[in-house]
């Protein structure tokens, strides 16, 4: 039962990561096509006082600047986004304890962006809540595995090279 959660909670995990490459994904070609994502807007227009459009239009190059934010913030969780799977779906699916504890820096990534800007629209917020529930829930998934090598007193050394009877010392070998 416990692989099949750690099972679930790492499937689960790639899951949330590849939504969050697509969703990267969509937020550059919304850059690049109108300056700036359509989930963006309402939380523009709040922290702003005034449509994205109306800046656009007043102030092209404070737009261009907005637009470069833009980009390189959907860099920036690119790389979060790519770093938690390649965890996720090598060193955690193997059981490794110091993934699991690799995979909780994203929920700074995921509580940043939703205290910042996705609290500014309830369609922006309720997706961005759909990360900051699942993460904990998954991990927690893959803890059992984890905790109870821990608390068996394994440890996740390199593999070393085992003593063969030959190499062993005339007094063990008695």
Same mark, same amino acid.
Not at 20 to 36: E, F, K, Q, T
Not at 37 to 61: E, L
Not at 115 to 133: C, N
């Given at each position: 039962?416990?692989?099949? #959660? ?8 790639? /899951?949330?990561? =590849? ?12 850059? *690049?096509? *109108?300056? +700036?994502? =359509? ?15 109306? /800046?656009? =239009?007043?102030?092209?190059? /404070? ?13 920036? %969780?690119?790389?979060?986004? %790519? ?5 996720? +779906?090598?060193?955690? @699916? ?23 800007? =996705? ?8 997706? *961005? +809540? ?5 993460? &904990?829930? #998954? #991990? ?7 905790? @109870? ?6 440890? %996740?050394?390199? &593999?070393?090279?085992? +003593?063969?009877?030959? *190499? ?7």
């Amino acid at each position: 039962m416990i692989k099949v #959660l750690h099972r679930i909670g790492w499937i689960g995990l790639t /899951v949330v990561g =590849a939504l969050l490459v697509s969703a990267v994904a969509a937020d550059l070609a919304a850059d *690049s096509r *109108s300056g +700036l994502p =359509a989930d963006h807007t309402a939380a523009f227009a709040a922290v702003a006082g005034q449509p994205y459009d109306a /800046v656009r =239009a007043a102030s092209p190059g /404070v737009a261009r600047y907005i637009t470069t934010l833009e980009v390189g913030y959907a860099l920036h %969780e690119l790389t979060f986004a %790519e770093l938690f799977l390649a965890i996720v +779906l090598i060193p955690l @699916r193997r059981g490794h304890t110091w993934a699991w504890w690799a995979c909780w820096a994203l929920m700074i990534a995921n509580l940043g962006y939703t205290l910042t800007l =996705a609290r500014h629209d309830s369609t922006t917020l309720a997706r *961005s +809540l759909v990360a900051i529930v699942a993460v &904990p829930v #998954l #991990l927690l998934l893959c803890s059992p595995p984890l905790l @109870r090598r821990a608390a068996g007193g394994a440890t %996740e050394q390199a &593999p070393s090279a085992t +003593l063969g009877p030959s *190499s062993a010392s005339p007094a063990t070998s008695a």
